[in-house]
């Protein structure tokens, strides 16, 4: 069920996955991980609650060099194939915990409560889990396990790149809206920066949520 869980048990070790390789064509090919939005790059946004959260982060991508900066475990896809999908299996092959929580580099407004309320879900049952809104599945804001592996291999063999692929209702358990709007009530979360105006939507989103903290 979607909003069943024993709150205060000890969620198990999971690695957190950031997915920084996509194309950006709609951003003219720019690496959107260092986009600033409200004056931070949107990776110094993620990395913060990801290093709060987990033990291991792995970053995956199709140019190491650019992070070398970074304490995280760089990877590249496996797979040829740049997808979305690709990435989630390169994460999940090098992962040494048996989950992952996978997010795109590109959604600014990551939430800590509502990642820990998406792993609070995480039981032996499942392979993945999701949130839902407006009746859609979030993949790329989302928790997978390794038994996804063969899944996810035989859809890129055949050319299917898409991550609802994974998506079957009986093997993966959902957060509702109801329950994600407790912790964002706008869902910024969801909210990804794929062209630059979209950007210019986050700066001002950003400046609005600084406004609104200040207030409070």
């Avoid at 033990?55 to 991508?61: D, F, G, H, R, W």
């Avoid at 996978?102 to 499942?126: G, M, N, Q, W, Y």
């Amino acid at each position: 069920t979607a909003d069943t869980h024993t709150p205060g048990v000890r969620i198990r070790p999971v690695t957190g996955v950031i997915l920084a390789g996509g194309r950006a064509t709609r951003y003219g090919g720019v690496n959107k991980a260092f986009v600033d939005v409200g004056g931070c790059r949107m990776l110094d946004r993620i990395y913060p609650v990801f290093k709060d959260l987990f033990n291991e982060i792995i970053l995956v991508t199709n140019q190491p060099e650019a992070y070398l900066a970074w304490d995280l475990h760089i990877v590249t896809d496996l797979f040829p194939i740049r997808s979305s999908l690709a990435g989630v299996h390169a994460g999940l092959f090098h992962a040494s915990t048996e989950h992952i929580f996978a997010t795109a580099c590109d959604a600014p407004f990551i939430e800590k409560a509502i990642v820990t309320e998406i792993l609070s879900r995480i039981d032996d049952t499942c392979h993945t889990v999701m949130p839902e809104v407006a009746g859609m599945l979030q993949p790329l804001f989302a928790v997978y396990a390794k038994k996804c592996l063969p899944t996810i291999e035989t859809a890129l063999k055949n050319g299917r790149l898409q991550m609802f692929s994974l998506c079957r209702r009986d093997r993966t358990k959902t957060v509702s809206e109801k329950v994600l709007r407790r912790h964002d009530p706008d869902l910024s979360v969801f909210f990804n920066v794929n062209s630059p105006e979209d950007k210019a939507l986050a700066d001002e989103k950003a400046k609005l949520r600084e406004m609104s903290k200040g207030m409070k």
